[in-house]
């Protein structure tokens, strides 16, 4: 078993408790000790890390290099796991910190205090590819034939893309039944994956992967995955070079499955511990009240991360009373509709690094935010809104001060969930009931409904001076 001792590049157990390490090119994902998560770690003596941030700037320059042109491994030497000549990229990362002055406004904050990161710029068109990058990268290394993952739609379409794009491996999908968006799904089809859709929700379909995984020797890349969340702290640096390496106040950020969060706390816990940057910004999860667990236990029962000794009696307590209640996640917000989050401990982990708090927002609340965002220049799906919803909520709390630089990151693009859209925005109330009423969502407080006019040049005339 590799330690720190002999090689600069190995996995640790996240627990500080236990320590246990496995080599580089384990695909377990699971400490072999106490059966927690695995983190990569490196001994920064041996891996020469940078000695400033700006040194990435110089990357600009070679933009025929994949590796330099990637927004993801552009910042290699922040995550050195793999050598460039092994770095499987689709061109990710090629993505957009936006300042939203008039979206700012409408919350009372300051100009130039509120911007939106855009992931929905990525290839596949969500997050992902941040962290599928690094995945595939590590999973060549391996020598993997097959990628399998659970998903409720933009891990899937990440992976197949990966698939398709380098053909060096057949990807398998897992799904819910009727827990896939149709833009997300018609991806993963397109892309050539196996779809395997199962009766049951995510957490269903993570248990079963996970097993199969285990059974066949498949390569796993969901977010247990501690490689995928290496490439999901690039999220973080990209923001960073965004604002000329000057750390925001706050990361406002949806929480599913909770590797970005898990990510981001660890890209500033390193950051830190390397001395690239001198304050590390708050940081906010935002759950779907309708998959409110890291809020339950967090606001309700009182889970730390407690230096690597949370409470787990009780954390067990009440995934067990989850069983008993039979209790499944809802809600319009497919991407983070989660009850068994896979990386809760590391997402505790970095609320306590980043000084971190947790809201829930209803579906009501994230299609409206989502209309705000779409009506203010960029689209995201409904579990993107989730941040621009926990920033109003931290607004009305005075937790979020006026003068405060936040980023509210925007996962996916808003053609990942179409449907949902133009049913917030559609004058036809029967599609709106079906869709978003038995949801929870009851108005449309910021909708933008299709103008009907007969086929006539004078109505149609009057009608745009009337509206214009």
Known sequence: ???????PVYQRCVSPRCGATLPVDDTSFRCPTCGGLMDVAYDWDRVEPPKSLREFEAKWSRRT????????????????????DQVLTIGEGQTILQKADGLGARLGMRPGTLHLQYEGMNPSGSFKDNGMTAAFTHARMTGARRAACASTGNTSASLASFCSATGLMRGIVF??????????LAQALDHGALTMQIAGDFDDAMTRVQQVSRRLGIYLVNSINPFRLEGQKTIMYRILEALSWEPPDWIVVPGGNLGNSSAFGKAYLELRELGLVKRIPRLAVVNATG????????NERGIRWNQGNPDQPVIDAFFKDLDARNSRASTIASAIEINRPVNLAKALRSLEVMNGVVRRADDQEMMDAKALIGAHGLGC???SAASLAGLIQLREQGIIA???????????HQMKDSTATVA????DQEQFQKVLG???VKRASHSNRAVQVPNDLEAIVGAIELYT
């Open 1 to 7: 078993m590799a330690t720190h001792d002999t090689e």
């Open 65 to 84: 290099d994949p590796v330099a042109f990637s927004g993801v491994w552009r910042f290699r030497e922040l995550f050195p796991f793999a050598r460039p």
């Open 175 to 184: 799904i819910g039944s009727g827990k896939i968006s149709y833009g997300k």
């Open 291 to 298: 998959a409110r667990t890291f809020d339950t236990l967090v």
């Open 381 to 383: 799906e409904p579990a």
């Open 402 to 412: 006026p003068s405060d630089r936040v980023v509210c990151v925007l996962t996916a």
């Open 424 to 427: 917030y925005h559609s004058a």
């Open 438 to 440: 038995v949801r929870g």
